[in-house]
């Protein structure tokens, strides 16, 4: 990996400067930056079908999703409704893919900059009990925490990966709050609170113990495997914590695959260590922390090969593209080609858990891992079809529609504006 480029984000800094108005955006959608040298998009539609896919995406996102929440300051507060509990609640997790969505549709969304500080300072209002630079992870309809005054990891990370797109399309900040500032925070809250110091692997939240008997630095969600947010933090932060938990996550990666899935490359919603011995992982018991399929690809591992296929495409990283090409060549393969039989979760074996009905949450990430294989050109096309216009609810819908900005080529994370910047690369035009 070549050295990374953020001192403040270099190229975009001198833009905080230059009398660009504070609501426009310096990179406004859609960007299309270019991704590993022989990934793939949809082939069957041009750019601009693949651009307006996106935008009608994220219309029907922000009418079913986008709320307002009373104001602070002068500032319209906003929330993701997720509805979790069936009282209309709002989780970190949602709170983190809005702000990555709406930072990375600014010019599409002509709010965009308010939307973002708003969303932010919701967040902000509601902090974590045990580290008040997260944010407490539940968040009932009136605005009181739920279950727990405690973070998720996943949450602050979307947050602060939110953040750092925010201030890269507003680097002075903007509606009185400075994103990049208000990144780093949360950055160092996690690398406090929410990091294992020994396994460099992510806690489940700032809750877990590092060294505890029952949750650990080694019970962790491989869903929580970010590695194109941690290339960001490293450099956002010049925190060395960052790469080190880059190489964990590989590596954790890689075992959990080849030693539990060797013929899938599916991953487990939870892992604990194989024994008191060793610090390597195994697929969690059922009944670990949130049901029967804590051991199986469920529904938080259904975020693994978006998560790894991110990482591929936007750094090139060819760890992270053998570790999604697994996936996605399996699913293929155990579908026969047919997008519409990925099933709703599968035990590590490539046993479906449901059979009755089909779920774009697993889907959309499966699309994106075929991006790094070209072979599988009509595969990511069949996905492609039996998403972009599906609704289902908040957590399908919202992961989607962050699949989609990926399969179309309109996303994009601050460290790889900058490489594109620093290497005189050009944006594909549409």
């Given at each position: 990996?070549?050295?990374?480029?953020?001192?403040?984000?270099?190229?975009?800094?001198?833009?905080?400067?230059s009398g660009v108005p504070a609501q426009t955006p310096a990179h406004p959608f859609p960007q299309h930056l270019p991704y590993a040298a022989g990934s793939i998009r949809?082939?069957?539609?041009?750019?601009?079908?693949?651009?307006?896919?996106v935008r009608e995406a994220y219309?029907?996102?922000?009418?079913?999703?986008?709320?307002?929440?009373?104001?602070d300051g002068g500032l319209t507060l906003y929330r993701v409704l997720c509805d979790t509990d069936s009282a209309g609640n709002t989780v970190s997790e949602g709170q983190g893919y809005g702000l990555v969505i709406v930072a990375l549709m600014a010019g599409a969304e002509t709010e965009a900059a308010a939307i973002s500080a708003g969303l932010w300072r919701y967040a902000d209002l509601h902090p974590s009990g045990n580290d008040s630079r997260l944010m407490s992870w539940n968040i009932n309809a009136a605005g009181q925490v739920q279950q727990g005054n405690t973070s998720a990891f996943d949450g602050d990370n979307d947050l602060a990966l939110g953040l750092l797109l925010a201030a890269a399309q507003w680097p002075g900040g903007a509606n009185g709050v400075d994103f990049r500032a208000r990144a780093l925070?949360?950055?160092?809250?996690?690398?406090?609170?929410?990091?294992?110091?020994?396994?460099?692997?992510?806690?489940?939240?700032?809750?877990?113990?590092?060294?505890?008997?029952?949750?650990n630095q080694y019970t962790v969600r491989p869903s929580d495997f970010m590695p194109a947010h941690f290339v960001n933090f490293a450099a956002a932060a010049n925190a060395p914590l960052w790469m080190q938990a880059v190489a964990a996550a590989r590596a954790a990666t890689e075992h959990l695959q080849g030693s539990y899935a060797a013929n899938t490359g599916l991953m487990p919603d939870f892992a604990v260590r194989e024994s008191a011995a060793v610090t390597t992982l195994r697929p969690a018991d059922p009944g670990f922390l949130e049901g029967a399929n804590d051991g199986n690809y469920n529904y938080n591992a259904g975020r693994v090969p978006w998560r790894l296929a991110t990482h591929a495409l936007l750094h090139s990283d060819v760890a992270s593209a053998r570790q999604a090409r697994r996936i996605s060549q399996w699913a293929q393969a155990s579908t026969g080609g047919v997008a519409t039989n990925i099933r709703p979760g599968y035990r590590l074996d490539?046993?479906?858990?449901?059979?009755?009905?089909f779920s774009s949450f697993f889907a959309a990430p499966i699309g994106t891992a075929a991006m790094v294989t070209p072979a599988q050109q009509s595969w990511l096309n069949a996905i492609y079809d039996s998403v972009r216009t599906r609704q289902e609810g908040y957590y399908e819908d919202s992961v989607a529609l962050l699949s989609l900005l990926l399969m179309s080529g309109t996303y994009w994370d601050p460290v790889a504006m900058d490489?594109?910047?620093?290497?005189?690369?050009?944006?594909?035009?549409p």
């Open positions: 990996m070549r050295p990374l480029i953020i001192p403040a984000f270099a190229a975009l800094a001198a833009l905080a400067s949809p082939s069957h539609r041009s750019q601009a079908q693949l651009d307006q896919d219309a029907r996102w922000k009418t079913a999703y986008l709320r307002t929440a009373g104001s925070e949360v950055i160092a809250g996690q690398a406090a609170s929410a990091m294992g110091p020994a396994s460099y692997l992510p806690l489940l939240g700032d809750w877990v113990t590092p060294n505890g008997a029952q949750y490539g046993t479906p858990l449901a059979t009755d009905y490489r594109l910047f620093a290497d005189g690369l050009q944006r594909i035009t």
